[in-house]
Every structure is written in C-alpha cells, then in structure tokens.
C-alpha cells in the first residue's frame, strides 16, 4: 500500500469522525482506488458512503473487496460491515446472509452476534434476537 493511499485514508478517517461526510467519501474513495485491497479504507468508505444514504453502493463496494480479501479476518470484517450497510438499507434477509458468512471466522462471534440480534429484531424473531443477544454478551 502506498503511502498517498495511508494518507488519504488518514483524511478521509478523519472527516468522518468529524461528521464531515462528503470529504470522508471523497478522500476514502481516493484511498480505495489507489489501493483497491486496502481493507480499513474500504469499510470506512462504505461507512461514509451508508452514512451518506448510498447503501446500495456501500454494498458494491465491500462485495468488490470480499472478492479480494487476502485473508480470511478481511473477509470477515467486510462481511459484517456489508450487513450492517444492509440492516441500514433495510435489506434484512442479506443482512443476515452476510453476517452468516462471518460466523465461521474466530474472533467474530460477538460482531456476528450482535448484528444478527439487530437482524432479528427487525423481523420481529423475538426468541432468536434473545439469544443472539445472550451470544453477543458472551452468555450463550
């Protein structure tokens, strides 16, 4: 990863902790195209681009890095963070898919977890979100 690329993430990181959202895109987006397997950069510019409105490409552009993910944590991160985007946009049953995908990976139970629980509510699976809940607390 170049290091134009750690800067532009480094600005666009930064205007979205600021609430900045138009100059997080613009700068996570640069990051992105200068090092398109740069994980943090792509799911912060799906963060911007959620926060944003943009769901759909928010989506695209986290299904476009899960194809390049070089490890599986990567996937993984990619995969919550796609079903956080997705519960934003109001597509629960991706959602759920997507946080499925991320369930086998150690060390994302709690994440996988917790956005299944807010998957459920949704649905209205009162049952299913109280244990998943139970799960994200580590209780299960």
């Known amino acids: 990863m170049s290091q134009v690329a750690r800067r532009y993430f480094e600005r666009g990181s930064a205007a979205l902790a600021s609430g ?3 100059s997080a895109q613009e700068s996570l987006r640069a990051a992105v195209d200068l090092a398109p397997g740069y994980v943090n ?3 912060c ?3 911007a681009l959620a926060r944003g409105g943009d769901c759909p490409r928010a989506a695209t552009v986290l299904r476009t890095g899960i194809g390049r993910a070089t490890s ?14 997705q519960v934003l946009g109001g597509d629960f049953f991706a959602a759920e898919d997507a946080f499925a995908q991320a ?6 139970e709690h994440r996988v977890a917790s956005g299944l629980a807010r998957v459920h509510a949704r649905l209205g699976r009162w ?3 109280a244990t998943q809940l139970r799960r994200a607390a ?3």
């Open 72 to 85: 599986a944590k990567a996937a993984a991160a990619m995969w919550c963070t796609l079903g956080d985007v």
């Open 103 to 108: 369930r086998a990976t150690p060390g994302f």
């Open 138 to 140: 580590g209780r299960a």
């Open 45 to 47: 510019y799906a963060v």
């Open 127 to 129: 049952a299913e979100m």
């Open 20 to 22: 900045d959202v138009a």
């Open 41 to 43: 950069a792509r799911i």
